[in-house]
């Protein structure tokens, strides 16, 4: 069964969310510029077949509201909070990935009681204490003003994806697979793209790693060329007794490349938790 509604954000805006499967709830919290549906249904269905998913439209993404006005990744942690308290929710397990690995970190640090587990995925613990990408990479991430829809994709997909994936057969039908999807519905506005950067540029949880108190996994590919896999051991010793999952040859769509491993590896680790 499929439950799809809107809670109200404290600063008073719709937040979309859909719930999918049975068993233990897992928040999911997708990355930069993505929705809800950005995880891609192959990892979606993989998830939904073990926990009760919840999959959240950041705001200014998908049918949740996309103000053009400034906030901070802890607004983004308190949206999610508002998601499950509507659902009736509120302690799960988190999932969450790049932008959203950090949204993650401030909900767990924010509201440690509702936590059960933490899965980190290709993310850091903000710009001052972090290995960085090449800045070309992220100016690719970014729409082009006059580019439409599909190439600005395209373009970010050619450095958000590892080599091995972007080279391979399947890996180009996936994409193709991808971009359909995200063409039925709505498309992320070039103002989000401003909003959630600055909102990833105020970001700095390394002094705070220690307080996480969460059994957390830390899963990042060792291609990734957003945020490179030297982060993921920051974050696995910044948080004592995290573990840490390394995916060889993936990148930072390890979770389109590798939908398996993305879902059973954190599953796996979530399912055993008591």
Same mark, same amino acid.
């Given at each position: 069964m499929t439950t799809r509604d809107f809670a109200q954000s404290k600063d008073g805006l719709k937040i979309r969310y859909e719930i999918r499967g049975a068993g233990a709830p897992v928040a999911l919290i997708m990355g930069f510029s993505g929705s809800g549906r950005s995880w891609g249904e192959p990892f979606l269905k993989l998830m939904a077949e073990r926990f009760r998913i919840f999959m959240i439209d950041n705001r200014g993404t998908g049918e949740s509201d996309q103000p053009d006005r400034s906030w901070k990744l802890s607004d983004m942690a308190d949206d999610v909070a508002c998601v499950l308290e509507h659902a009736g929710t509120p302690a799960s397990h988190v999932y969450g990935i790049s932008m959203g690995g950090m949204i993650a970190q401030e909900y767990a640090l924010k509201y440690p009681a509702r936590v059960k587990g933490l899965v980190l995925g290709c993310t850091n613990c903000g710009a001052g204490h972090s290995v960085a990408a090449n800045p070309e990479n992220i100016a690719k991430l970014m729409p082009q003003p006059g580019? !439409? #829809?599909?190439?600005a994709a395209k373009l970010a997909f050619s450095? =958000?994806? @590892? $080599?091995a994936f972007l080279g391979s057969a399947a890996g180009q039908q996936t994409l193709a697979q991808r971009m359909m999807e995200s063409a039925s519905y709505p498309i992320t506005p070039a103002h989000t793209y401003m909003r959630q950067g600055e909102a990833i540029g105020g970001f700095d949880s390394f002094a705070?790693? @220690?307080?996480? $108190? =969460? #059994?957390t996994m830390v899963i990042h590919g060792d291609d990734d060329n957003i945020v490179p896999v @030297? !982060? =993921?051991e920051i974050l696995h010793k910044g948080i004592a007794g995290s573990k840490l999952k390394i995916l060889p040859g993936a990148g930072h769509m390890f979770f389109w490349e590798r939908p398996e491993d993305s879902a059973k590896i954190p599953g796996d680790f979530l399912a055993g938790l008591k």
């Open positions: 580019m !439409n #829809p599909l190439d450095v =958000a994806c @590892g $080599k705070r790693l @220690g307080e996480i $108190k =969460a #059994p @030297g !982060n =993921a």
